[in-house]
């Protein structure tokens, strides 16, 4: 049986509605918006942003507020995993594609590979199925020391 995993919808890594409800409103375009963020992300001030665009220093900041920054302190990966398990699967995606579908490749191998595992032990140790002897009764114990 393989394993399938569902992939993520079309909305999503948007930002939600609720969220955009609950911010405070800019008084920029997202154009302002956008130049301000480029500005900030050279490492500029945002005094010197707003003075450079000509924009007043409370919406410049709003919308620097709402920036995405990269946390420097990371201890977990994209995966919420250790940073360790997160450079593995990075290891294992084959070109470009999306984690989701690695993940689910790497799942389906560990439910085949324990799979094989299962069926060749069961194999080793037990004789014939039970079924084998008589449909609807456990094969006999083997007999052992006592």
Request: charged share 30%; no cysteine.
């Given at each position: 049986m393989?394993?399938?995993?569902?992939?993520?919808?079309?909305?999503?890594?948007?930002?939600?509605?609720?969220?955009?409800a609950?911010r405070?409103?800019?008084?920029?375009?997202?154009?302002?918006?956008?130049?301000?963020r480029?500005?900030?992300?050279?490492?500029e001030?945002?005094?010197?942003?707003?003075?450079?665009?000509?924009?007043p220093?409370e919406?410049?900041?709003?919308a620097?507020?709402?920036?995405?920054?990269?946390?420097?302190?990371?201890?977990?990966?994209?995966?919420?995993?250790?940073?360790?398990?997160h450079?593995f699967?990075?290891?294992?995606?084959?070109?470009?594609?999306?984690l989701?579908?690695?993940?689910?490749?790497?799942v389906?191998?560990?439910?085949?590979?324990?799979?094989?595992?299962?069926?060749r032990?069961?194999?080793?140790?037990?004789?014939?199925?039970?079924?084998?002897?008589?449909?609807?009764?456990?094969?006999?114990e083997?007999?052992?020391?006592?």
């Amino acid at each position: 049986m393989a394993f399938k995993g569902k992939p993520p919808g079309s909305g999503s890594g948007e930002m939600s509605r609720t969220t955009q409800a609950l911010r405070p409103s800019i008084a920029l375009s997202e154009a302002e918006a956008r130049k301000a963020r480029a500005l900030r992300r050279q490492g500029e001030a945002p005094p010197v942003i707003a003075e450079r665009l000509g924009l007043p220093l409370e919406e410049v900041e709003k919308a620097l507020l709402q920036m995405r920054n990269p946390r420097p302190e990371t201890t977990r990966g994209t995966l919420n995993v250790t940073l360790a398990a997160h450079r593995f699967v990075l290891s294992e995606r084959q070109g470009d594609e999306p984690l989701w579908q690695t993940m689910d490749r790497l799942v389906d191998e560990l439910i085949r590979r324990r799979a094989e595992v299962a069926r060749r032990g069961t194999a080793r140790r037990s004789g014939p199925a039970a079924d084998d002897w008589l449909p609807g009764l456990d094969a006999p114990e083997p007999d052992r020391p006592g």
